[in-house]
């Protein structure tokens, strides 16, 4: 269940990124770093879900899965923001070559 939480987190954190860089960064660097920010934002979203579904629904999850996937969401889900927020800025109608 960790897992599919973990996958589903690093899908959102890169539709996240090229969503909203798309639509709010005015250069490249700015989309990365919304990126990051982005995929930040889903990685603590995902630890706190995690958390609550444990609080909620005792002997659903294993705590140890929920730390392990969560140390892998910190630098991954920043990664696939950033990505998405290249790719999502690359692809807007208002990129001017810079």
Known sequence: MELYGAIVTGVVALGLGMYV???WAPT??????IGVVCGGV???AFFGVTVLVG???PGTLVA????FW?????PAAPAAG?????IGYRRSPEFLQD
Not at 28 to 33: D, E, G
Request: aromatic share 10%; net charge positive.
């Open 82 to 86: 950033a990505l998405g927020a290249f």
């Open 28 to 33: 490249a660097s700015w989309a990365l770093l």
């Open 70 to 74: 969560f140390s892998i969401l910190i």
């Open 64 to 67: 140890t899965k929920v730390g």
């Open 55 to 57: 609080q909620l629904a």
């Open 21 to 23: 860089a798309r639509l």
């Open 42 to 44: 889903c990685a603590v």
